[in-house]
Nanobody, 123 residues
């Protein structure tokens, strides 16, 4: 059974930082591209950051480039999202997801999903 468990969400003020983590079990982590997605009332589901199995390919949404950093530790089966200079528009439910393959064509429509963690940024 594939399980993705997110942690690290919370309430912060604009300009502050948060680190989200995702621990994965039930699949060979190093064989799968991973991603962070968020759902907001305005934009719906958005691919925030995606990373290939070897970390060679990384994609960021334009709205987070230069502020967010995604990384993975294949030995620890862990995906991390470091979020800096947070803005109120970053508020949303953040999901960790694994794709079916090692690479990805689009940062969207991944196959396995976690339950999500809420990030709220106050102005």
């Amino acid at each position: 059974q594939v399980q993705l468990v997110e942690s690290g969400g919370g309430l912060v003020q604009a300009g502050e930082s948060l680190v989200l983590s995702c621990t994965v079990s039930g699949l060979t982590f190093s064989d799968h591209a991973m991603g962070w997605f968020r759902e907001t009332p305005i934009k719906g589901r958005e691919g925030v950051a995606c990373i290939s199995s070897t970390s060679r390919t990384i994609h960021y949404a334009d709205s987070v480039k230069g502020r967010f950093t995604v990384s993975r530790d294949n030995a620890a089966n862990t995906l991390t999202l470091r979020m800096y200079r947070l803005k109120p528009e970053d508020t949303g439910e953040y999901y960790c997801a694994a794709d079916y393959t090692a690479g990805f064509m689009r940062c969207a429509d991944f196959g396995y999903w976690g339950q999500g963690t809420q990030v709220t940024v106050s102005s």
